[in-house]
């Protein structure tokens, strides 16, 4: 979570019938106060009835933001995405990588790895941020114990670890390196806000910015065995202003596809 002093204000709440020892000790872990200590709160890690949810309290008509793999957009990526011939998977070529092992350095809110899951790869789910990690372990909790056993199926492919991803990467052996390493870094604020989804605007004060997306970018190309994707604005500069080997263009996005380590062992050019 963003340390200076203008951050917005984070506490821990939840439903009336919810454990309070539980809501303290997930308080305890994520070094944050109860809401019933700290009434002003901008935002609210909020355990409902049947999830965790990220609140923000300045804005009440406002959803909440939560993960959920059996519906909502992740059930309709998984249903109606194109499979194998949208552009997400021919970036990562999953034609040519089927079941691939992947490591989702920037896993966020999971719905990129899931849909990779979805289309049969092993991920393994990066996230530093230990408010949103706990989203999203509550997401795949959840997924686990699912009446659909399909998303049973495609939740066992996906493995969440909270830690820096520059450091977990670079303490991998040689045997460990995935086949495919993705990089889906913070889109930079726009300055109209209003024209910023909601999930970016919460992303943007609880987490901050990706100040080291250049680091993580270098070091995924010396660990990722086949390719590494970097998902970029469609009309922004490449990350680190490397030139890509090639790219997939969508309507709003862009993907940035660098041969991994087994096909070239010299830097790439950087672009002028």
């Known amino acids: 979570m963003p340390n200076s002093e203008t951050a917005p204000t984070l506490a821990v709440s939840g439903h009336e019938n919810c454990s309070l020892t539980e809501l303290t000790q997930l308080a305890k872990l994520l070094n944050l106060p ?3 200590n700290r009434s002003t709160a901008q935002y609210l890690l909020h355990q409902s009835p049947n999830r965790l949810e990220l609140l923000n309290t300045n804005e009440p008509n406002t959803k909440a933001i939560f993960v959920d793999f059996e519906a909502g957009k992740n059930n309709h990526r998984r249903l109606y995405g194109g499979g194998k011939g949208q552009d997400f998977a021919k970036a990562l070529g999953l034609q040519k990588f089927p079941k691939a092992t992947i490591i989702d350095a920037t896993a966020g809110l999971g719905g990129d790895a899931f849909v990779m899951a979805t289309l049969g790869c092993k991920v393994t789910l990066i996230e530093r941020n230990p408010v949103i990690q ?13 009446e659909d056993p399909d998303v049973q199926t495609i939740s066992a492919r996906m493995r969440l670890v ?3 991803a520059i450091s977990y990467l670079d303490k991998l ?16 604020e726009r300055e109209k806000t209003a024209l910023v989804k909601k999930e970016m605007r919460f992303f943007h004060d609880i987490v901050g910015k990706d100040e080291d ?14 390719r ?19 790219e997939i263009k969508g309507k709003t996005v862009r993907y940035d ?10 830097h790439r050019p950087i672009n002028s």
């Open 34 to 36: 109860l809401h019933a």
């Open 134 to 146: 706990q989203l999203l372990s509550d997401g795949l909790a959840r997924a686990d114990s699912s």
């Open 162 to 164: 909270q830690q820096h």
């Open 173 to 188: 052996e040689a045997d460990e390196y995935p086949q495919l390493i993705y990089l889906d870094p913070m889109f930079p």
């Open 213 to 226: 997306s250049a680091e993580l970018l270098e070091i995924a190309l010396t660990r990722a065995i086949e």
């Open 228 to 246: 590494v994707v970097v998902k970029r604005p469609l009309r922004a500069e490449t990350l680190n202003s490397r030139k890509p080997d090639f």
């Open 257 to 266: 596809v660098y041969l991994g380590c087994r096909h070239c062992t010299n």
